[in-house]
């Protein structure tokens, strides 16, 4: 049989005598008032059960430790760091009984921050929030919840420098708005549904330290921790993991953190995990590992150092991140090799702009892909597109020159195969190309986000953006040089803006995305970005007239097909002109129609759409 000692908080008497002291019956052997010089004598089978607040268990448990007594916890109503890290049962009347029904205790481990413990978080500068909307559970937490977090995430935060060191490394120095600090994976709050392998017994802690680069970062793991499916186990993007049993934190600065709940500032925190230090008999709720894994974890890559740390360090966060030279050297290296002239580009530029005006000739949706895939124009736009965000002259000429020298390929050879082809009437494939509206230029916008982003992420093929650069460009500089060869100018001079239209939008958008990457500060980017939105502006003019031409269209066929006159249906209605208004109609009747009754017609749909129109017919009998 237990023999119980209950050691209590005085100011809970009332408590201690109604409802505590019935549940232990004949187990108690003494009943204790805690105070600050406690003496106790005890027998080596007594079992101490407190029932503190989280104040009084930090000054007891160093006593604990020190007389290796063997101990239990109850929920006092201000012991919530405790019973949150060491899985104590709200329930007071269930707590006592699974202390009394739990014969082995188990040897805990104990984490020490500058000499004191630590029962559930250390929080170093802004943390808590953050981790908080990471790890919520849609089971378990209500949605307003999660958005009172997210909004959180608007607030100015700065970066500290710290510098972390650990035993047998080299001290790791870097820069992040804060740490969290854990002990355990299992009960605490923040860290159970995102740690694994973890139990209070493996002689670890978790170190914690979070770095994100902007603001546009923290509101962007907001928006997906908002929409996070429920078990998804992940730190966030910009958090590091070193799980270890010792280390030392520095700041050139006072250290202002939260230890349980409270504030306190200090000029370097030690933390120390003692193993096996507290025989515990364990909460309902805490898990001990039966072979506790002892390694330790790394895992530092997202956080900053050198030139990258140093413009983070002391200030607040940017709300887009300014890459450091050292991130985007490669990029600019790749940069200024797309936009060199090379014999491969030219090759390419020819053989595409060949394929794709023979897959035009011959109607051919296969073929024209074909030539889209071999199109190398996308290269030195990109680099185009950089250099503009930058207002870097050589890039400008660079890839200039090598647009020009393609399009100059594209066009001769477009113009020569229109002289040897002696077919001269435009079909489906042509015609879809000389009359762009604002559709064509969303196109061209997202292709340019595309092919930016390829570029600056290196894990990213960057032949996934290449065919949907490529789908927008070939095509019309090859109907324009056919419109050339021709000598049809609104043929070349329609494909000629859907052109332009896509090297406008693809610049313009390609732009946009290396400066929300932060490949260039707003300063050094903003005459860049205007002109591109001038010319943008400028371009999408004669495009909303090609939209609202566009809408007109769509609207009459709605309104004609299969519209009855009298006797006759209407079918398949082709609008071959806007302005003015021409139709291909197919007349579906019971008996041939002779001109006055096509006039009839004529004038009728007339009426019905309230202009005057050109109509080619087409007749069908309909015999029964």
């Not at 005006?357 to 073929?367: A, D, K, Q």
């Not at 070349?492 to 610049?507: P, Q, S, V």
Request: glycine share 8%.
């Amino acid at each position: 049989m237990k023999s119980v000692v209950l050691l209590y908080d005085p100011r809970q008497e009332e408590v201690v005598e109604e409802r505590i002291l019935p549940l232990f019956e004949q187990h108690l052997k003494l009943k204790i008032p805690f105070n600050n010089e406690l003496k106790i004598n005890l027998d080596e089978e007594d079992f101490i059960v407190t029932y503190l607040t989280d104040e009084q268990l930090k000054e007891f448990f160093p006593i604990a430790v020190e007389k290796n007594w063997r101990i239990g916890l109850l929920p006092h109503p201000k012991m919530v760091q405790a019973r949150q890290g060491f899985g104590v049962d709200s329930k007071l009347e269930e707590s006592i009984s699974h202390l009394l029904n739990l014969e082995e205790s188990k040897d805990v481990d104990l984490l020490m921050v500058n000499g004191r413990p630590v029962f559930n978080t250390v929080v170093i500068g802004e943390s808590l929030s953050l981790m908080t909307g990471s790890v919520a559970n849609t089971g378990t937490s209500r949605l307003w919840i999660r958005a009172k977090s997210f909004f959180r995430l608007f607030r100015r935060v700065k970066s500290t420098r710290y510098k972390i060191i650990l035993k047998d490394k080299e001290p790791l120095d870097t820069a992040c708005i804060g740490m969290v600090i854990v002990q355990h994976g299992k009960s605490n709050l923040i860290s159970r549904r995102i740690l694994e392998d973890s139990f209070v017994n493996d002689g670890k802690m978790h170190l914690i330290p979070l770095a994100p680069k902007s603001i546009s970062g923290l509101i962007w793991f907001g928006i997906s921790s908002l929409f996070r499916r429920q078990g998804n186990r992940s730190l966030p993007p910009f958090a590091a993991h070193i799980k270890t049993g010792l280390v030392t934190i520095e700041s050139n600065e006072p250290i202002n953190y939260s230890l349980d709940g409270a504030l306190m500032s200090a000029k370097g925190l030690e933390l120390e995990v003692k193993p096996k230090v507290i025989r515990l008999v364990p909460g309902k709720h805490l898990v001990t590992g039966d072979s506790p894994s002892a390694q330790e974890v790394f895992k530092v890559k997202v956080l900053p150092r050198g030139e990258e740390r140093d413009a983070l360090s002391g200030r607040y966060l940017p709300f887009i991140y300014h890459a450091s030279t050292d991130e985007f050297k490669w990029l600019f290296t790749t940069l200024r090799e797309n936009a060199k002239a090379t014999n491969s580009y030219l090759v390419l530029m020819t053989l595409s702009t060949f394929i794709a005006t023979l897959g035009l000739f011959g109607n051919s949706s296969p073929v024209i892909i074909g030539a889209m895939i071999l199109a190398p124009l996308m290269s030195p736009i990109i680099s185009l597109s950089m250099g503009v965000l930058r207002q870097d002259q050589r890039l400008i000429f660079e890839s200039s020159k090598a647009i020009g020298l393609g399009m100059l390929l594209g066009y001769l050879c477009a113009v020569f195969l229109t002289w040897l082809t002696p077919l001269n009437i435009s079909n489906e494939e042509i015609l879809a190309r000389v009359r762009p509206n604002l559709l064509d230029l969303g196109v061209a916008v997202g292709s340019g986000i595309a092919g930016a982003y390829a570029h600056a992420k290196e894990e990213v093929a960057k032949t996934l953006a290449g065919v949907a650069i490529a789908v927008a460009l070939v095509p019309p500089l090859a109907v324009s040089g056919i419109g050339l060869g021709w000598m049809d100018w609104s043929i070349f001079l329609g494909a000629l803006l859907l052109l332009f239209t896509n090297f406008a939008g693809m610049i313009m958008a390609a732009a946009f995305t290396f400066l929300l990457l932060g490949f260039s500060p707003f300063r050094l980017a903003r005459r860049g970005i205007l002109i591109t939105l001038l010319v943008v502006g400028l371009v999408s003019l004669p495009l909303v007239l090609g939209f609202l031409d566009m809408v007109k269209e769509k609207d009459v066929i709605s309104k004609l097909d299969g519209h009855r006159l009298e006797e006759v249906v209407l079918r398949d209605i082709h609008v071959r002109q806007v302005k003015p208004l021409r139709l291909s109609v197919k007349i579906i009747a019971e008996s041939p129609l002779n001109e006055s009754q096509i006039r009839n017609i004529k004038q009728e749909l007339e009426e019905y759409l309230g202009e005057e129109i050109e109509l080619e017919v087409t007749l069908g009998i309909k015999v029964m």
